[in-house]
C-alpha cells in the first residue's frame, strides 16, 4: 500500500483554507452584530429607566392665607309673591273705560276700568229723592210730636219709612260702585283679562296683580338643621336670569313646626325689591349660618378624596410632597377651613397636577424645565 506523502496533505489543507474563511466570517459577523443590539437594547432599557427616575412631576401651587370664610346652607326654589290677587267682576255690565295696561303701578283704590252704569246712576238719583222728602217729613212728624199733636205711632211709622229709605239709598250706592272696579291692594297690573266693549258677568276674572314688594323665597331645611336657623338671619339669592350676581336678603319666617312628610321646615326668606326679581323667577338661596373672618382658607381643588377622607399635598422648601389629611371645619363655593393645627399659613398646597402623587414624591412647578441638580437628587433618591 502506498500512502500519500507530507507534502500533498499539507497542499490539500491550503486549498480547503479559503473555504473554511468564507464559513467562518458569517458566524463571527452574526455574533457580533447580536452583541452589539442586545448590548444597545440594554442600554435603551437603563436609558430609560434612568429617565423615569429623573423625572419630576410637574405641579401648580397655591400659598394658604387667612380670610373670611362663611358656612351656608343652600337651595333652589321659585320666587313667589305674598301679596297677590286676581280681580272680578260685581256687575254684569259693558266695559265703557280701560283705564290700566298689564305692567302699571297702581295704589290701592285706584280705578282700573269703568262699566255702563246709566241705570245704576239713575236709581241712585230717585233714591235720593225719596230719602230727602222722607226726611223732611220725619222732622215734620217728630215736631209734632213733641208738642202732643199726633200719637206715638205715627211718629214709629215715619221713621220706619226713613230708615227703610236710607237702606235703599245704600244699596244704590254699592250698585254704583259695581260699576268701578278698583285695584284691591297697590302693586303692579301682571295680566290684564278683559278688553274694552266687553260685556262682562258677575264674578268674571279681570285682572292680575302683584305687589312686588312682598316677593319672598319659601325654601324647606331639613329638621337637622333647625339649630343653625335664625330670623333675621342673612342670605344671598343668585339667578342665572340675572347674571349670576348676588343679591342680599334675610331670613323673615320660620315654621314652629316640622312636616311630618318631608322632615322638613319651611322657611321664607325676603328679596330685595326693585333687583329685578320677579315672580315665577328660579333662583338659588344661600343662608349664612356661620361666619369666621380669620379663617385659613384652603382651595377647594386641592382636596383630593379616598374613602370619604380628606387629603392635600403640602410642599417643602426641598419641593417634596408630604401627604396630610385633614378635617373640614367651614366650607363655601371655593375654599375650606381645615381644622386648626393641621394646616398653616404660608404653607404651599398642590392644587393641580396631584393625581396619582404619591407620598414622598419630588415635584416642580409647571411651565418650569427641571434643573440637573434636582434630577441628579431624584435618581439618587430612588437609585436601588
Not at 189 to 204: A, E, F, K, S
Not at 236 to 264: C, N, Y
Amino acid at each position: 500500500m502506498t500512502f500519500p506523502s507530507t507534502l500533498a496533505i499539507d497542499r490539500r489543507l491550503l486549498s480547503c483554507l479559503p473555504l473554511l474563511a468564507l464559513l467562518v466570517v458569517p458566524l463571527a459577523g452574526c455574533t457580533g452584530e447580536g452583541l452589539a443590539m442586545e448590548n444597545s437594547e440594554d442600554g435603551k432599557a437603563k436609558d430609560e429607566k434612568k429617565d423615569k427616575k429623573d423625572e419630576l412631576v410637574p405641579v401648580e401651587l397655591a400659598e394658604l392665607g387667612n380670610g373670611s370664610i362663611e358656612a351656608v346652607l343652600r337651595f333652589s326654589t321659585n320666587l313667589d309673591a305674598e301679596s297677590e290677587v286676581e280681580v272680578f267682576s260685581q256687575a254684569a255690565r259693558r266695559v265703557t273705560e280701560l283705564l290700566v295696561e298689564e305692567g302699571d303701578q297702581v295704589k290701592k283704590g285706584d280705578l282700573l276700568l269703568r262699566l255702563q252704569d246709566e241705570e245704576q246712576r239713575s236709581n241712585l238719583a230717585r233714591v235720593e229723592s225719596q230719602v230727602e222728602r222722607a226726611r223732611r217729613e220725619h222732622t215734620r212728624q217728630k215736631n209734632l210730636y213733641e208738642r202732643e199733636l199726633i200719637p206715638e205711632q205715627a211718629m214709629n211709622d215715619a221713621t220706619y219709612d226713613l230708615e227703610q229709605l236710607e237702606l235703599a239709598y245704600a244699596d244704590a250706592q254699592r250698585e254704583l260702585s259695581y260699576t268701578e272696579v278698583r285695584a284691591p291692594i297697590s302693586g303692579r297690573v301682571t295680566r290684564r283679562l278683559v278688553n274694552l266693549g266687553d260685556h262682562i258677568t258677575v264674578n268674571q276674572h279681570l285682572f292680575d296683580m302683584v305687589d312686588f314688594d312682598t316677593i319672598v323665597a319659601r325654601v324647606y331645611v331639613p329638621e337637622k338643621e333647625r339649630g343653625r336657623l335664625a330670623v333675621a338671619q342673612p342670605a344671598r339669592l343668585f339667578s342665572e336670569a340675572m347674571g349670576g350676581e348676588a343679591r342680599r336678603g334675610k331670613v323673615l319666617r320660620i315654621a314652629p313646626i316640622v312636616d311630618p312628610q318631608s322632615g322638613t321646615i319651611k322657611v321664607t326668606v325676603s328679596v330685595p325689591s326693585r333687583e329685578g326679581l320677579v315672580p315665577g323667577m328660579y333662583v338659588e338661596i344661600e343662608l349664612v349660618t356661620a361666619v369666621h373672618e380669620e379663617a385659613l382658607l384652603l382651595p377647594k381643588r386641592a382636596v383630593i378624596y379616598d374613602d370619604n377622607r380628606s387629603f392635600v399635598f403640602r410642599v417643602d422648601d426641598e419641593m417634596k410632597v408630604e401627604r396630610l389629611e385633614i378635617q373640614p371645619l367651614l366650607a363655601d363655593r371655593e375654599f375650606i377651613e381645615p381644622v386648626p393645627g393641621q394646616l398653616f399659613a404660608g404653607d404651599k398646597i398642590v392644587v393641580a397636577g396631584q393625581a396619582g402623587l404619591k407620598d414622598g414624591a419630588k415635584v416642580r412647578l409647571a411651565g418650569e424645565k427641571p434643573k440637573p441638580q434636582e434630577t441628579e437628587a431624584a435618581a439618587a433618591e430612588t437609585a436601588p
